[in-house]
């Protein structure tokens, strides 16, 4: 393993004074990158936190974003402290009521030009996820395909927010029920996806007129800085989208949550954080959209057509290196099937290439950092110490990057901890059952409820599995269900609220009844 290639920090306090976006790190890091183009891309990527449209510098020690399949540092960024959270929801807030006011035309043209401008950086977006993330870069173009369509979508529906009239039941007035933007919004971004996360929330706040203050994941800041530069560019005013990049969440969000001028707390990430963060929101009651962790079946009925499930199987388990809340975690196969399944499941693994994303033919990337491959590792283990077979995988190779061969496991006992936990890995565990009432007892014995897999030829009973799944989204023969015409989002402990869809926008507004008696 290489080691880390860390110069020293500069541990003065940095004010907060504005300063343009190579001014934060005194000795930007350039030793490190693969290529000339790299260098190029990252010297374009802002440094410094975005407030009131303006870049400045952070009160804490500069952060530093490092590349997972190297372990090399790609670029040092500012790191907020809790003024600067303060500050950029005052900037929130003081832009609020102008941006409420503008015209919707305007609002959707505004997101229309940033769906524009993606597309034509949409290979600059690419590479940066691929270097801070470390998705293969096939995937990463694929996450810029649909975080746009985020874009493209609320600006649609900006101008088609809509209310009702109409006479009330005893005809003694008339009742106006309007829609109105919540207010000031905190936006809290995993780093999994970085530019979907980013657009599917911040697309919805601004078509419905909503601020906001969005603070991505300290492991992949850098593509919500380069996408908030492209926001700039299309024409978004200052103060309506702020960026705190912080290597101290809960200190910097806590007193965002606290101030009683924010009205809407939007959070993608574990559920044990959510619940945390729901409390803290019930204090000021908050609006809250919660999209939180989850525990996936792909379920593989004895009728199912084997090849598409394997087809299903390797785009649920294995997009993102398996590290989705979407990912398929427990593979609850007919036993009739269960061995062939396993089979041809095994001769795909097996031919995926492992390796940094910007590789020719790499399919399968790092996980995000170290202590992503000993959690992986410490699931997998688990399995085989309680009696689980291992077909492939099962260990990491060799450095430099936190890589994991992507595996599969059969015979996974029911008290296995992967078979309860998300796994966030690519990783595969087969479990059988009998009879479709077992399908369903196994695929909802778990406090998530995200999303779920069916396979079968079967049209009634893959209605039946529509209706008795305890999932907020399904997956009906095919492996892939995210689309930004679709509300997405979970039941149980796997969150609140739907991003997507005709239900997103309405998550950032809010109705009005007002009656107008009759004369």
Known sequence: ??????????????????????????????????????????????????????????????????????????????????????RALDAAVDASAAWAATAPRVRAEILRRAFDLLQERRDDFALLMTMEMGKPLAEANGEVSYGGEFLRWFSEEAVRISGRYGLNPEGTGSMVVSQHPVGPCLLITPWNFPLAMATRKIAPALAAGCTVVIKPAELTPLTTLYFVQLLEDAGVPAGVVNVITTSASSAVAGPIIADPRLRKLSFTGSTPVGRKLIRQAAQGVLRTSMELGGNAPFVVFEDADVDKAVDGAMLAKFR??????????????????????????????????????????????????????????????????????????????????????????????????????????????????????????????????????????????????????????????????????????????????????????HEYLQAKYTLIPVD
Not at 22 to 48: C, H, M, Y
Not at 330 to 353: D, P
Request: with cysteine.
């Open 1 to 86: 393993m290489h080691p880390v290639n860390k110069k020293p920090v500069n541990k003065k306090h940095v004010n907060e004074k504005q300063v343009n976006e190579n001014q934060v790190n005194e000795n930007p890091v350039k030793e490190n990158i693969v290529s000339s183009r790299e260098t190029d891309l990252l010297a374009r990527v802002p440094d410094g936190l975005y407030i009131n449209g303006a870049w400045q510098q952070g009160g804490g020690d500069p952060i530093e974003v490092t590349d997972p399949a190297t372990g090399l540092v790609l670029k040092r960024i500012a790191n907020a402290d809790a003024a600067d959270g303060i």
């Open 320 to 505: 993102n290196i398996g590290q989705a809340c979407t990912a398929a975690n427990r593979f609850i196969v007919h036993e009739s099937v269960a061995a062939e399944f396993a089979r041809r499941l095994t001769e795909r693994v097996r031919a995926l290439k492992i390796g940094r994303g910007t590789e020719e033919g790499v399919t399968i990337g790092p996980l995000v950092n170290e202590a992503a491959v000993a959690s992986t590792d410490a699931l997998v283990q688990d399995a085989l110490r309680k009696g689980a077979t291992l077909l492939t995988g099962g260990v990491r190779p060799d450095g430099p990057g936190s890589f994991y061969e992507p595996t599969v496991l059969t015979g996974v006992a029911p008290d296995s901890t992967i078979l309860h936990e998300e796994i966030f890995g690519p990783v595969v565990g087969i479990v059988t059952f009998a009879d479709d009432d077992e399908a369903v007892r196994l695929a909802n014995s778990t406090e998530y409820g995200l999303v779920g897999y069916v396979f079968t030829r079967d049209l009634a009973r893959g209605h039946r599995m529509i209706g008795r799944l305890e999932t907020g989204m399904m997956g009906l023969n095919t492996g892939l269900v995210s689309n930004a015409a679709a509300p997405f989002g979970g039941v149980k402990q796997s969150g609140l609220g739907r991003e997507g869809g005709l239900e997103g926008i």
